[in-house]
């Protein structure tokens, strides 16, 4: 968003999730802009039930109301792709995300609860990352992502409800055979 402010820039590189799993960082602000939603109205702090009312009848004002206020302050873009504030403009290509660039941040953001390990964790999602580049099976759409998912999800709950009992099964038919050979034998 703005390239050069010292904010955003660091000799060590942020979390994956510090960008692609935080609205502020997208440009949203603090949870989705509301955080300071309320400036409108003034801030109150004291104690409030679930409704976010005040239960005291002494509660006084923290902070003043700052008359049409229509968004967070650390807010630059809506949901919608409305830009409210400008964001480096003295720099040529800063400015908030574009609205492809912000969903795919944030599909990665999903993507990373199971992405984090591939393809440089353990030994099989090494082996699945180069098979499936190799083979050309790396999903290239979220249609194709959640059919692999849905195939990934069908398998594993079938290998988990069926596995144990096979297993034991093709155990048990083992030995039995094992022990028919035996007897043949003798």
């Not at 999800?153 to 030995?175: D, Q, R, S």
């Not at 039995?176 to 050979?181: F, S, V």
């Amino acid at each position: 968003m703005a390239p050069a402010a010292p904010h955003t820039t660091d000799r060590a590189a942020r979390s994956c999730t510090s960008c692609h799993a935080t609205t502020k960082a997208l440009g949203y602000g603090t949870q989705d802009g509301r955080y300071l939603k309320q400036y409108t109205q003034g801030v109150f702090v004291d104690i409030m039930n679930e409704k976010g009312q005040l239960v005291t009848k002494t509660a006084k004002l923290q902070i003043s109301p700052i008359p049409d206020l229509p968004m967070d302050l650390d807010q630059v873009v809506t949901r919608e792709g409305e830009q409210v504030q400008s964001v480096g403009q003295h720099w040529p290509l800063s400015g908030p995300l574009t609205k492809d660039q912000r969903d795919h941040m944030e599909r990665i953001g999903v993507c990373l609860s199971c992405h984090k390990d591939i393809p440089t964790g353990a030994f099989v999602y090494r082996v699945i990352s180069v098979v499936g580049t190799n083979l050309g099976l790396i999903p290239k759409t979220d249609a194709e992502h959640q059919k692999l998912i849905a195939r990934a999800m069908f398998i594993a709950a079938n290998l988990e409800i069926f596995g144990f009992p096979i297993l034991a099964l093709i155990v048990v038919a083992g030995i039995y055979l094992a022990r028919r050979k035996r007897q043949r034998a003798q």
